[in-house]
Each structure stands twice: as C-alpha cells, then as structure tokens.
C-alpha cells in the first residue's frame, strides 16, 4: 500500500510575539490604504459630477449662443388664444402663432414683442426697460445736485422753482386759484452757463425722478421711429411720476418746420408733432413736468414756443461778476489754497461761463500738481485764466454773450 500524502497548503500560525506585531502593522497600513483609496473615489466621483454639471452648462450656453436671433415687433391684435397679429421691425403685417407658455393678460395691442426669425410665432414679450429709449436716455432717482451747487442764478431759480416744483409739492394751491399749472419751462443761454445742473438741482430737491434725453438721440433713421421713442418716454414718465424730463440740445428736432424739406427732415418733423402732441395732448401730464433746453432758440418752431406747453422761456446768461464769485467760491472752496484773491480773479474772469469758471480751478490745480505743490495759490489761477483765454481765442469764441449763442 502506498502513502496518502497531503496536498492541501498548511498554514502556518506565528508563534512568538514579533510575527504577531508585523502581521497587525501590515493590516493597519493596508486598512489605512483603503481608507484612503476610498476618499480618492469619493473626491474623484465628486468632482466628475461637478464637470458633468459645468460641461452641460455650457452646452446650454453654446447653444442658446447659436440660436438664431429674435426679431423686435409690435402686437397689433388678437384673434384668440392661439393666433395673433403681428407688426415686425421692418413694418410688414402678419398673422403668427402665440407661445402656450406666455400670459395672455399680457399681451395687448401695442405691447412689445420678440418674434420667432422663421416661423415669427410670438416668443417672448418685452419689458418697457428693454426698450431701446432707455438706452439713449439718462434716468437718476435723485440726482445729487443742490441748489447750493449752482452759483449766480438767484433770479432764474426762483422761476424754475415756481414753475416746476411747485406745482409737484403743492398742487393744491393752483387748485385753489383756479388755473392750471405751467407744464414745462424752456432754458435759454450760452453753453456752460448752467441749465443741466438747474434742471438736476429741481428734481434733487422734489425728489421726482429725473429723466435726460438728447434732442438728437431722438432723431432716427426709420419712419415712425422718433415718434415711437417719444411716446415711451412720457409712458416711462408717468410710471415713474412724480417726474421731470430734461430735453437737452432741444433744437435738434424743434427747429422750425419748412416746406422744401428732405426725407429725413420730415422725419424729424413728425417727431417734433409727436412731441407737440405729448405736450399738449388729451392724456394728462399730472406729475410730469418737462424742461427743455437750448442755446439756439431763434430756430424753435413757434407751436413748440406757444403757451401751454412752455409756460415760462427763461434765460440764463453769461454770469455777472457777482454770479462769477459765487461760482468760483463754490469750486475754490473743495480745493485748498493759500492766499487767493477773488476779486482779481473776478475782474479777469468777464465773458466766462460757469463751465469755464470750473475748468480755471481745475487747470490751476493741475499747475499746482505739476509743480509738487499741495495748495493752489494766485500766480496758479492767472496762468490758468491766460491758458483758458487762450483757447477760447483758438477755438473762435469771444466774450460777448450774444455770440456764444450760435
């Protein structure tokens, strides 16, 4: 008979204290790696997900970026739920679908709308702030000019104040007398002489919304465009009332209507009726008021001058040398100087307007800095008063009031 031998691996069990201890170091260390490849895992899932979530993303962005664009129109009318008609940027008329999605409350004649390029089915309907008016228009809740910023106009600020402010504090004594409040007033001068910062002085005061526009930003290329931007400008005036309008450069589209005109003047004449019938309209201004400024006045149309739509035409001028040392007192006063004498600077100051007496102060600073000093003295004003004489000498300007007119 042959010998069974054992096949099976035997194991061997340590016996003495040292294997025992290498045995749990090695179980530690492979445990405490585990551990670690498992916090790996975790950290590498996490941020695989995090990947995921950024690369779509900007698949969504890639492809709202390759959409094609959507067309501005104006809803006209509505057939039912479903169907619509619509007026396109370009003017032309049609009958599209509505988008489910869109609430059909808001969606009126007139409302602003963006329009599918293919199918032009309506997609989106447009706030009044994405307006393109709103881009050429400077709107300032309360603009941070005070009365006391704005030197040598005693006279001119008392009828802005009585004309404009007023009647938005105080209705109730025009009531009272029985008449009608001034609707805006029209502000006459040379340029730099101070009718922008009239203008934010009254609606810093009244604390009404203070809206800026310029004449020529209200000029536009298609038909029918101006007048649009007129009237959304008084909407946006009577949702923000109480308001002021302050029509700067008001010549650009208020110049007097002629017959033999081009295309493009009498664009600009509808737009001036547009603003004649804002002015003067059966939609009541209530808490708007308009100011409109201009150093052109002699080529205003007559209707824009008649009664009832400016009230008051009110000049400002040149200032005189009591209206100069107030101005210069207020732009000297933020500055630090040594030993300045105003009444000098007064004297060779004549012919200056408000914009040039700040830009004296500012061209003295400059010397000062030039020249390592920390306070502005006299000798830095004369050469500031000669370097601005200078350039008003270059650029054909004179000191007569009338001149700086045209």
Same mark, same amino acid.
């Given at each position: 008979m042959g010998t069974d031998i054992d096949t099976k691996p035997s194991t061997q069990i340590p016996t003495d204290d040292g294997d025992l201890k290498a045995l749990e170091l090695d179980y530690n260390q492979l445990h405490d790696e585990v551990k670690r490849l498992i916090s790996d895992r975790v950290h590498l899932e996490n941020e695989l997900s995090d990947i995921k979530r950024r690369a779509s993303k900007l698949d969504e962005e890639v492809r709202i970026l390759k959409s094609p664009p959507l067309i501005v129109g104006h809803l006209q009318d509505i057939l039912d739920d479903e169907r619509a008609i619509v007026r396109s940027s370009n003017g032309t008329v049609f009958q599209v679908a509505i988008n489910q999605r869109l609430?059909?409350?808001? #969606?009126?004649?007139?409302? %602003?709308?963006?329009?599918?390029?293919?199918?032009?089915?309506? /997609?989106?309907? #447009?706030? @009044?702030?994405?307006? =393109?008016?709103?881009?050429?228009?400077?709107?300032?809740?309360?603009?941070?000019?005070d009365y006391k910023t704005v030197g040598g106009l005693d006279e001119q600020i008392m009828q802005v104040r009585e004309a404009i402010e007023l009647p938005l504090e105080q209705p109730e004594l025009f009531k009272k007398v029985g008449i009608? =409040?001034?609707?805006?007033?029209?502000?006459?001068?040379? =340029?730099?002489? +101070?009718?922008?910062?009239?203008?934010k002085a009254v609606a810093s005061h009244t604390e009404a919304s $203070? /809206?800026?526009?310029?004449?020529?930003? #209200?000029?536009?290329?298609? /038909?029918?465009? +101006?007048?649009?931007?007129?009237?959304?400008? $008084?909407?946006?005036?009577?949702?923000?009332s109480p308001s002021i309008i302050f029509l700067d450069e008001i010549d650009a589209i208020g110049a007097? %209507?002629?017959?033999?005109?081009?295309?493009?003047?009498?664009?600009?004449?509808?737009?001036?009726?547009q603003l004649l019938a804002e002015l003067d309209g059966f939609d009541a201004l209530? @808490?708007?008021?308009?100011?409109?400024?201009?150093? %052109?006045? @002699?080529? #205003? @149309?007559?209707?824009?001058?008649? =009664?009832?739509? $400016?009230? %008051?035409? /009110?000049?400002i001028p040149l200032p005189e040398s009591d209206g100069r040392k107030k101005i210069l007192e207020i732009h000297l006063k933020k500055m630090s100087?040594?030993?300045l004498n105003i009444g000098k600077i007064v004297e060779i100051t004549e012919g200056f307007s408000g914009a040039e007496l700040k830009a004296t102060t500012v061209e003295a600073g400059m010397i000062a800095i030039r020249e390592g000093r920390s306070k502005v003295n006299q000798s830095d004003v004369l050469l500031a008063v000669k370097r601005i004489k200078e350039k008003r000498e270059s650029n054909g300007m004179t000191s007569s009031p009338d001149a700086l007119y045209s």
């Open positions: 609430d059909i409350e808001k #969606l009126r004649p007139g409302t %602003r709308i963006a329009l599918n390029q293919d199918t032009l089915s309506v /997609i989106e309907i #447009l706030h @009044d702030a994405w307006d =393109p008016m709103v881009s050429g228009a400077e709107m300032v809740e309360k603009p941070d000019v009608e =409040p001034p609707k805006g007033i029209l502000l006459v001068g040379p =340029p730099g002489c +101070g009718k922008t910062m009239l203008a $203070f /809206i800026r526009m310029v004449g020529s930003e #209200l000029a536009q290329k298609y /038909i029918g465009e +101006g007048g649009r931007m007129v009237r959304e400008l $008084f909407s946006l005036a009577k949702d923000k007097k %209507r002629l017959d033999s005109a081009t295309s493009g003047d009498r664009e600009v004449q509808r737009t001036l009726m209530e @808490d708007v008021k308009i100011i409109a400024a201009t150093n %052109r006045p @002699d080529i #205003l @149309d007559d209707a824009l001058l008649r =009664p009832g739509r $400016f009230d %008051r035409v /009110i000049e100087t040594k030993r």
